[in-house]
């Protein structure tokens, strides 16, 4: 979703933005390549913990982009 959401950014005219979206896409797959797809049940608090806050500045990233 993260990846539509950049592509709109960029669409946008606000690329400073979606680069730090992308910025922020690469820890979490890093965290789902390390613990998720491993053992998705035994890592699952682990990969939450880990990948959570990059999902949420995500979000707070895209919100600042569309409120100016």
Do not use: E, W
């Amino acid at each position: 979703m993260l990846v539509v959401n950049a592509g709109y950014l960029l669409g946008a005219a606000r690329p400073y933005h979606a680069l730090a979206l992308i910025g922020l896409m690469i820890p979490q797959g890093f965290f789902q390549i390390q613990y998720l797809l491993k053992d998705p049940i035994k890592y699952d608090v682990r990969y939450q913990a880990c990948a959570q806050p990059f999902f949420v500045m995500g979000l707070l990233v895209t919100a600042l982009a569309m409120s100016h």
